[in-house]
C-alpha cells in the first residue's frame, strides 16, 4: 500500500563541479611550475632565504583548499591529503630528471606541509561537514 522512502542524507557541503575543475587546473599550474626546466615562472629574482619553500607550501596549501571542497565532505580529507602527498612526492620524484632541477626533501615536506593546513582550513570553514544532517542538533 504505501511506499517505501528511503532517506537520502543530502551533503552539507555539495561537490560542485566547480571545485573539481580549480583542483584540475591548479594541479596542471603546479605540474608547470614544479617541471618546467626553468624553474617554472620566473619573472623576477626574489633574493630571501628558502622563499621557494614558501612558494611550495602556498602552491599546495591552495590545491588542498580546492581539493578538499571537490570531494564528498565523507571522504574530503583522508583523499585530500593522500591525493596532495601523492602529488607532493611524485612532483619532487619527476624534478630529479628534469635539466636544471632537483629534487629536494623540504620541497617535498612544503608540499604536505601546505596539504595539511589547507585541508586544516577546509574543516575550520566547514566543521560539520563530515557530520549527517540526521547528527545536527534539532531546535
Known amino acids: 500500500m504505501g511506499k517505501r522512502i528511503q532517506r537520502v542524507d543530502r551533503e ?7 571545485f573539481k575543475k580549480l583542483a584540475l587546473g591548479w594541479t596542471g599550474a603546479i ?3 614544479t617541471l618546467s626546466p626553468t624553474g617554472g615562472i620566473s619573472l623576477f629574482e ?4 628558502h622563499f621557494d619553500k614558501v612558494v611550495h607550501f602556498g ?3 591552495v590545491y588542498a583548499l580546492w581539493v578538499g571542497l571537490a570531494i564528498k ?3 574530503r580529507y583522508i583523499y585530500g591529503f593522500c591525493i596532495g602527498s601523492s602529488l ?24 604536505v606541509a601546505g ?11 566547514h566543521p560539520n561537514s563530515n557530520k ?5 542538533p534539532k531546535c
Open 88 to 111: 607532493a612526492i611524485l612532483t619532487e620524484w619527476l624534478q630529479s630528471y628534469v635539466p636544471g632541477r632537483q629534487a629536494d626533501i623540504y620541497d617535498g615536506l612544503a608540499d
Open 59 to 61: 602552491l599546495f596549501f
Open 73 to 75: 565532505p565523507q571522504s
Open 31 to 33: 605540474l608547470f611550475a
Open 12 to 18: 552539507i557541503i555539495p561537490s560542485k563541479p566547480i
Open 115 to 125: 596539504t595539511i593546513v589547507g585541508l586544516f582550513v577546509v574543516i575550520l570553514l
Open 46 to 49: 626574489i633574493s630571501i632565504p
Open 132 to 136: 549527517k544532517q540526521s547528527e545536527k
